[in-house]
């Protein structure tokens, strides 16, 4: 989630002029609202109600940039909580552009800052799949183009420009003395009478928008002339991007003589770009005949392209990508085993005696990802035997049992004792459009005995051509695992230690139990669980890293980058943070299925994670069944979450407050969310309610030895324009920093005195 902090301006209430000298004691009730919120005057600054509790970490959702101004927020913050988090400024995006160069300034002053003032600052995220420089990681992971010898590169034209078809500049400046004159013999003609200074006060695109690509070199060829009355040659500035972003190249056309052609190479830094040229300091005539752009690459040749994502069957690695169907039995993926050739593992799927249809027992090969084309062109291999000699029919399936066509391999397999090699380049039928599966008939002639069948090393993908070669998933991995690991190197060492907690991993859970085993799989972009657009804009590590080395990976470079910049390792505390965990409709199952993967994760005796961490983005209802369903929730995530004997933390805690429409369609959300602007005094009491409770449940419930703390996300209501929860009720001060009834809520978790008693 993008969750930015935004604060607003103060107007005239200014505390004072030096951020280092402001009162500690904030202004607190509108004067306006003294009947209601006259009680918050008596409460203290939130942190001194836990001066007794020194290990509990009162936190806030912190904006960098206005922290590190040292006025207002600096002031709030180091006055009422002894622990800050970055709302956005340490996420990875923040400090790694788009060439993947790490940028750890802001983070080393926000740390300097915090530390400086007394405040602990927990490191908020390093493992994430948003706010990733996406380019950069994407770009990484390219389909990259197949090596030849340099002599075997053919040339490429990606732009040509007859200047005779111009009539107009895609943009210029130019001084009124200057003349252009269109198609004159074919050309563009430019006149200058006399040489300008500054010379680019003459200037001009030729074209905007050519479609070039970041990542290549181009040959720019340029069929040009000058005329002039001296003899020294037309100096030419050429610029190709942008006003903001662009490369440059100068060069030099002679004066007198025929066109001659003048090129040169560039790299462009943007995708889009336009011609800029500048030539003021010349006297004379440029004529502008053509402009020719191409560049080298490798001819094309067919390319293989495996969808299948684990073809040598290795434990431990998915095996989606293969089904067994066995009489009497339901689909289940097939089970690695030793015994294949060459050493391989393989699968086995079992025959019984007397089959009813000849498809009782199937095996299917399944891209779960992929949906194939009537026309597509594959290749397929792998390897067989059965425990007799016996013939196999192959179907197209669209899901695995979702026949489509009765035929599909030609030939079909035909098994023996010993194991052989199937090889087959085809072409999907126009049957077979839409399927996702091979189907493999193993019942042939339905035999009085049970028959064994094994298949092992298989391979299926598209074959298309082309001159780029997709990398293979153990080239993605080779290539992305280090830069995981240099991100959190880097920024460890820019925080030098002194940043001791962290969400190493942030948000690895979806809400989808795709396979029905009762556990929600981790977040993907391949696999189904996460809408279109988040698979767009997002990157997640565990696609490519796997889904148990993402989070090993994390952890390890956390724990040796932190020793390294010279932290003490016993007190480092690693948290995976995630939202939705005290949720009532799937009766905590996010956070059972947060529970199991972190045993997965912790299996190889080595990876530990210290703590969870709930984001608690959540909404009072005032409907009173609704609202306990929701406390009773909360109460079972800090029990399911002590049961673990890890460190409990509230990560994110922020509040909405939610009312019942007035009508209500089958299967839609019956609750709407109430403005700041639109709630009554009875909305904002039922929130200090709950608030109450959340803060008193935490400290009642979790054991001292396992409390972290609860870090307050939002410090004041959410404005209108807000990227987070805009127009929402979600501070403890409203937006001019006065004092809510939440606050009190808050406080009173806490152990504040109950000064609302009297006010009610």
């Known amino acids: 989630m993008n969750k ?43 942190k001194e109600y836990i001066k007794d509790r020194p290990n509990f970490h009162l936190g806030i959702g912190t904006a960098v940039d206005e922290y590190n101004k040292k006025e207002l927020v600096y002031a709030l913050t180091n006055s009422n909580f002894n622990e800050t988090v970055a709302g956005n400024a340490m996420k990875m995006a923040s400090c790694v552009a788009d060439d993947g160069s790490m940028d750890f300034e802001k983070v080393k002053e926000y740390v300097k800052n915090a530390t ?56 210029e400046e130019l001084p009124a003395s200057v003349k252009t004159e269109w198609n004159k013999g074919g050309a563009v003609v430019i006149t200058n009478p006399e040489p300008i200074n500054p010379f680019y006060e003459l200037q001009y695109w030729l074209v905007n928008g050519i479609p070039l690509k970041t990542g ?100 431990g690695v998915d095996m989606s990508n293969f089904v067994v169907r066995e009489a009497g039995k339901g689909d289940v993926a097939g089970t690695p085993i030793a015994g294949g050739p060459d050493g391989k593992n393989c699968v086995v799927v079992h025959a019984n005696a007397n089959a009813a249809t000849e498809w009782d027992t199937q095996f299917f090969i399944y891209t779960p990802n992929k949906i194939w084309s009537a026309g597509d062109k594959y290749k397929i291999t792998f390897y067989y035997k059965a425990s007799e000699k016996i013939g196999a029919d192959t179907q197209c399936h669209g899901e695995p049992g979702d026949y489509k066509h009765n035929a599909c391999l030609s ?45 092992a090393d298989i391979h299926w993908g598209t074959v298309e051509k082309g001159n780029k070669k997709p990398l293979t998933p153990d080239e993605k991995k080779k290539v992305l695992t280090p830069v995981l690991q240099n991100w959190i190197y880097g920024m460890m060492e820019a925080t030098e230690g002194k940043v001791k907690a962290w969400d190493v991993v942030n948000e690895a859970i979806s809400g989808v139990d795709k396979n029905g085993d009762g556990i929600y799989e981790l977040q993907s972009a391949t696999r189904g669980t996460v809408s279109d657009d988040d698979a767009k804009n997002n990157f997640y590590w565990q696609d490519y890293l796997g889904d148990i080395d993402y989070v090993r990976t994390a952890v390890a470079a956390a724990r040796k980058g932190f020793a390294d910049a010279g932290g003490n390792p016993e007190e480092l505390k ?71 004997g890890r460190l409990v933390r509230i990560s994110e805690l922020d509040m909405g407050l939610e009312v019942k429409k007035n009508e209500v369609k089958d299967g839609e959300y019956p609750y709407v969310q109430v403005n700041t602007t639109d709630m009554t005094e009875e909305q904002h009491k039922a929130m200090r309610a709950y608030y109450e409770f959340i803060v008193k449940k935490y400290l009642e419930i979790v054991p001292k030895e396992q409390q972290w703390g609860i870090c307050q996300w939002c410090a004041t209501d959410s404005p209108a324009n807000s990227g987070w929860r805009a127009g929402l009720p979600v501070g403890l001060w409203d937006l001019d920093y006065y004092r809510k009834h939440t606050y009190g809520g808050f406080a009173a978790g806490l152990g504040a005195p109950e000064y609302w008693n009297n006010a009610k």
Request: glycine content about 8%; proline content about 3%; aromatic content about 12%.
């Open 4 to 46: 930015q902090i935004l604060v607003s301006a103060l107007g005239a209430m200014l505390l004072a002029s030096c951020a280092d000298h402001f009162d500690q004691n904030f202004e607190t009730v509108r004067p306006d609202k003294e009947a209601q919120y006259g009680y918050l005057e008596q409460y203290d600054a939130l």
């Open 116 to 171: 400086d003032a007394g405040l602990s600052v927990y490191g908020h995220t390093l493992a994430w799949h948003a706010q990733q420089p996406n380019k950069y990681l994407n770009g990484l992971i390219a389909d990259k183009e197949i090596e030849v010898d340099p002599g075997a590169k053919v040339e490429k034209t990606d732009y040509e420009l007859d200047c005779s078809t111009l009539s107009s500049y895609g943009w």
């Open 216 to 315: 290549t070199t181009y040959k720019i060829t340029i069929l040009c002339k000058a005329e002039g009355e001296g003899k020294s040659p037309a100096n030419i500035r050429f610029k190709m991007g942008d006003w903001n972003d662009n490369v440059e190249h100068n060069f030099e056309i002679p004066v007198g003589g025929d066109y001659k052609e003048v090129s040169f190479e560039i790299a462009p830094k943007i995708d889009k770009n336009g011609l800029l040229f500048q030539h003021g300091d010349f006297a004379g005539k440029i004529y502008w005949k053509s402009i020719k752009i191409t560049h080298s690459e490798a001819p094309s040749v067919e390319i293989f392209t495996d969808c299948i994502s684990n073809g040598e069957m290795k434990t």
């Open 411 to 455: 030939p079909n397999p035909s098994f023996t004792t010993q194991w052989q090699k199937y090889e087959a380049n085809g072409t999907i039928p126009a049957e077979g459009d839409g399927m996702k599966s091979i189907a493999f008939n193993l019942n042939k002639g339905k035999k009085d005995h049970a028959i064994d069948y094994y298949f």
């Open 574 to 644: 690693l948290f995976i943070n995630d939202y939705n965990l005290e949720t009532a409709y799937d009766d905590n199952k996010k956070l059972k299925s947060l529970i199991h993967w972190i045993e997965e994760w912790q299996k190889d005796g080595v990876t530990v994670i210290d703590g969870i961490g709930s984001q608690m983005h959540v909404s009072c209802c005032m409907d009173p069944v609704e609202q306990k369903k929701r406390e009773d929730a909360y109460v079972n995530m800090l029990n399911l979450m002590v049961s673990t």
